[in-house]
T-cell receptor, first 110, second 118 residues
Framework: DAKTTQPPSMDCAEGRAANLPCNHS???????VYWYRQIHSQGPQYIIH???NNETNEMASLIITEDRKSSTLILPHATLRDTAVYYC???????????FGTGTRLQVTL | DVKVTQSSRYLVKRTGEKVFLECVQD?????MFWYRQDPGLGLRLIYF???????EKGDIPEGYSVSREKKERFSLILESASTNQTSMYLC?????????????????FGPGTRLTVL
């Protein structure tokens, strides 16, 4: 019973923006959109989260549609070190566990 | 730099052995978690701990137990290891939700322990 849908893989040229989409049409009003990534053989790493406004930090930007049914993670200038599996997750503020789907495998190439 | 460390990156054990996986965090976090990650199954929660000496079962607690005697340390125990417990084990920690913070509910993960049970 997947709550988010992501493409299984994407490619991006180094230096270009990587735009990773996520659909979450059944999102509840109290659920945040979180993004994590997992570089090969490492633990997942938090990237960014948002509720309904667009967010930006030093790693990425998060664009959430007005109806909150989809979002896009933007890595503005992808590097080879951004090659990883990116997970879009819905979570309430107090929820304990993270439920990772299969994510999007982003391959950044020269 | 905040850190979650796990005692081993790779571990090989035999069926029936008792296995201890240790996790230590230096962020004074109240909550700690143990997950396992398997291809095609994603991340699954085994146990979590709200605070010292407190524990709650996750989605797949069978065959596992945990110990949280100190705030910074959360141990996962496989009482009698079996081959179906071969997996990547990930520990995570976070602040207790509800405190004033700009990072709401973020979990910090360790590097993982890849356990093979023969």
């Amino acid at each position: 019973d997947a709550k988010t849908t992501q493409p299984p893989s994407m490619d991006c040229a180094e230096g270009r923006a990587a735009n990773l989409p996520c659909n979450h049409s059944t999102i509840s009003g109290n659920e945040y959109v979180y993004w994590y990534r997992q570089i090969h053989s490492q633990g997942p790493q938090y990237i960014i989260h948002g509720l309904k406004n667009n967010e930006t930090n030093e790693m990425a930007s998060l664009i959430i549609t007005e109806d909150r049914k989809s979002s896009t993670l933007i890595l503005p200038h992808a590097t080879l070190r951004d090659t990883a599996v990116y997970y879009c997750i819905l979570q309430t503020g107090t929820a304990s566990k993270l439920t990772f789907g299969t994510g999007t495998r982003l391959q950044v190439t020269l | 730099d905040v850190k979650v460390t796990q005692s081993s990156r790779y571990l090989v054990k035999r069926t029936g052995e008792k296995v201890f996986l240790e996790c230590v965090q230096d962020m004074d976090h109240e909550n700690m978690f143990w997950y396992r990650q398997d291809p095609g199954l994603g991340l699954r929660l085994i146990y979590f701990s709200y605070d010292v000496k407190m524990k709650e079962k996750g989605d797949i607690p069978e065959g596992y137990s945990v110990s949280r005697e100190k705030k910074e340390r959360f141990s996962l125990i496989l009482e009698s290891a079996s081959t179906n417990q071969t997996s990547m084990y990930l520990c995570a920690s976070r602040r207790r939700p509800g405190r004033r913070t700009t990072i709401y509910n973020e979990q910090f993960f360790g590097p993982g322990t890849r356990l093979t049970v023969l």
